[in-house]
């Protein structure tokens, strides 16, 4: 199965470079989340991963990306709402974290915004702690809600404690 080739496309031009965002926006179910486009790497069909012991139930295993070892994680799952049963139309991101690469599953990749950096708002108080622990932001984009996702808080407490 191809990767996806991500462009990076100009804007209409409302937008300076220096006051925005470029983000990559999936769904997973109703809602649309988002991540920096900068730290995509690659978006690919759902292969199934190899499951790893003593991992967090939004840990589905591991990939072997051209010779790297990545680790996936299910959004669904990380945000409490149960394991994804995967289909063909499921997708991975790969995405760069601190030098590492790790993947999440995801419903469907839906679009590329530009926003302005002053258009991300804080998590509303009185949300549950996940979505303001594992959202560093909301944007209000087409009459839509995106929320943007806080990549280093999606993958910490992976492995179980022993």
């Not at 991963?49 to 299910?74: K, M, S, W, Y």
């Not at 590492?100 to 998590?123: E, N, Q, R, W, Y």
């Amino acid at each position: 199965m191809e990767a996806m080739h991500l462009s990076n496309e100009a804007g209409d031009g409302e937008v300076s470079e220096v006051d925005s965002l470029q983000l990559i926006a999936f769904s997973i179910d109703e809602q649309t989340y988002s991540v920096e486009i900068t730290t995509v790497r690659e978006i690919r069909a759902w292969n199934g991963a190899t499951p790893l012991p003593n991992t967090r139930e939004f840990v589905r295993g591991v990939i072997n990306l051209r010779g790297t070892i990545v680790p996936i994680f299910d959004l669904r799952a990380r945000f409490g709402e149960g394991k994804t049963e995967p289909t063909k139309t499921h997708v991975v991101v790969v995405m760069s974290v601190d030098e590492k690469f790790v993947g999440i599953l995801v419903d469907a990749v839906s679009d590329i915004l530009t926003v302005k950096k002053s258009d991300v708002h804080p998590v509303p108080e009185g949300n549950s702690s996940s979505d303001n622990e594992l959202l560093r932001g909301i944007i209000t984009h087409d009459s839509r809600m995106v929320g943007l996702i806080d990549l280093h808080a999606i993958v910490d407490g992976a492995k179980l404690e022993e």
